[in-house]
């Protein structure tokens, strides 16, 4: 049985992979006169009075919604909220099982930007963060930039900032390995939606100065042609040497090449044309732009895919629970670039010495003590730069 076929099967036994669970005794009169009335009525005037209450009297310090609109779902584009449900519900699940998040699935019906906003705004009263998921570009970058502004919780877009976070933590071991400066190397990005922007301007945050973001129709370049807004944008802070032509162009000479696009687009040809011992991190899903089979048969030194059935998963499940868990753990009304990076190199940080090598430069994605790791480091950048509420 393929994969397909025993998941498909799985979820039908399942029948969904979260559930509520009652927290407090319910089985007598007394219990329910303070679980629910007439002294429940408490807990809501005090809240009434003092909304950071709702913190302390529920379990909003521990919700997030995971949030799509059906767009952009795991590599299968606009299918529909309902179907993005088993992905949310998956997020969900993984948000307990690492991080202890209670997270729930919220699919909303529709693509106009401005409905999508107004709705999180008027929910985000019952949760302590919103995770943003799934949502096309470019409408997800103003979505998420426009909560951030008005919202008073951290909101944070998975696929954008998740996937950048993850993809330096990588880069970050496998430059140790291959001895080059982060400063020096000349990094090449295919794909520039919402994960490949996010992946550069976050890349040139972390260190690299030398980048090159390509799309569809070749190199990025500021002046150049088929560009949305976000991708114009790039082109003013990447490729300073102005240069164009095609994925293949901007692949020679080049040290690192990160794929967030489609699969079967890099050829061993073009990585036998890259600087010495290339790192090519491939992460289209479910086929990579290059098989690793063929990335090493064109001298690739380090290969990662967001593949589990290769070694050096590049996967967000690294990211996610462990940075809301710090995040909620002080409150935080943000999450920051700096709260990022620690995120970055805590998990780079989890593979010591003696285990880091060319087929493990990250933690696996079940490895507890990444997470907290993460949770950890998170909590302390949120402190560090004066957006925890709690200390």
């Given at each position: 049985m393929d994969i397909g076929?025993?998941?498909?099967?799985?979820?039908?036994?399942?029948?969904?992979?979260?559930?509520?669970?009652?927290?407090?005794?319910?089985?007598?009169?007394?219990?329910?006169?303070?679980?629910?009335?007439?002294?429940?009525?408490a807990a809501c005037l005090a809240i009434k009075e003092d909304v950071d209450k709702s913190y302390e009297l529920t379990r909003r310090w521990n919700t997030v919604p995971v949030i799509t609109d059906?767009?952009?779902?795991?590599?299968?584009?606009?299918?529909?909220?309902?179907?993005?449900?088993?992905?949310?519900?998956?997020?969900?699940?993984?948000?307990?099982?690492?991080?202890?998040?209670?997270?729930?699935?919220?699919?909303?019906?529709?693509?106009?930007?401005?409905?999508?906003?107004q709705t999180i705004k008027l929910i985000a009263g019952s949760f302590g963060g919103i995770n943003l998921e799934d949502i096309s570009a470019p409408r997800?970058?103003?979505?998420?930039?426009?909560?951030?502004?008005?919202?008073?919780?951290?909101?944070?877009?998975?696929?954008?900032?998740?996937?950048a976070i993850v993809v330096a933590a990588a880069l970050h071991n496998a430059l140790k390995l291959v001895h080059k400066k982060i400063e020096d190397i000349r990094v090449v990005i295919n794909?520039?939606?919402?994960?490949?922007?996010?992946?550069?301007?976050?890349?040139?945050?972390?260190?690299?100065?030398?980048l090159i973001s390509c799309d569809r129709y070749g190199i990025l370049v500021e002046g150049g042609e088929n560009m949305t807004a976000a991708q114009a944008e790039l082109a003013k802070i990447t490729n300073r040497e102005h240069l164009k032509g095609t994925l293949a162009d901007a692949l020679k000479g080049a040290d690192v090449f990160i794929g967030v696009s489609v699969g079967g687009v890099?050829?061993?040809?073009?990585?036998?044309?890259?600087?010495?011992?290339?790192?090519?991190?491939?992460?289209?899903?479910?086929?990579?732009?290059?098989?690793?089979?063929?990335a090493k048969a064109g001298g690739a030194y380090i290969v990662g895919t967001g593949s589990s059935q290769y070694p050096n998963q590049i996967n967000n499940v690294l990211v996610f629970p462990g940075l809301f868990?710090?995040?909620?753990?002080?409150?935080?009304?943000?999450?920051?670039?700096?709260?990022?990076?620690?995120?970055?190199?805590?998990?780079?940080?989890?593979?010591?010495?003696?285990?880091?090598?060319?087929?493990?430069?990250?933690?696996?994605?079940?490895?507890?003590?990444?997470?907290?790791?993460?949770?950890?480091?998170?909590?302390?950048?949120?402190?560090?730069?004066?957006?925890?509420?709690?200390?």
């Open positions: 076929k025993e998941s498909l099967q799985k979820h039908a036994q399942w029948k969904g992979k979260y559930e509520t669970k009652v927290r407090v005794p319910v089985s007598s009169r007394e219990d329910l006169m303070l679980a629910y009335t007439p002294g429940v009525a059906g767009t952009a779902v795991l590599g299968l584009g606009d299918i529909g909220p309902e179907a993005g449900m088993p992905v949310m519900e998956g997020k969900c699940a993984l948000f307990k099982a690492y991080g202890d998040v209670d997270a729930f699935p919220i699919c909303i019906r529709s693509k106009d930007t401005e409905e999508i906003i997800c970058f103003e979505i998420e930039t426009r909560l951030k502004q008005e919202l008073d919780i951290p909101v944070f877009h998975d696929d954008q900032h998740g996937t794909g520039a939606g919402a994960a490949g922007i996010a992946i550069a301007r976050y890349l040139l945050r972390f260190g690299v100065v030398h890099v050829s061993k040809e073009m990585v036998a044309s890259m600087a010495e011992r290339p790192i090519l991190f491939p992460c289209a899903n479910p086929i990579p732009e290059i098989t690793p089979e063929e868990r710090g995040a909620l753990d002080v409150r935080a009304s943000d999450i920051n670039v700096e709260m990022m990076m620690a995120a970055s190199l805590g998990i780079a940080d989890c593979v010591s010495p003696e285990e880091l090598s060319v087929d493990h430069i990250l933690p696996f994605a079940y490895d507890e003590h990444a997470h907290q790791t993460v949770a950890k480091a998170v909590a302390e950048a949120a402190r560090k730069t004066g957006v925890a509420k709690l200390k």
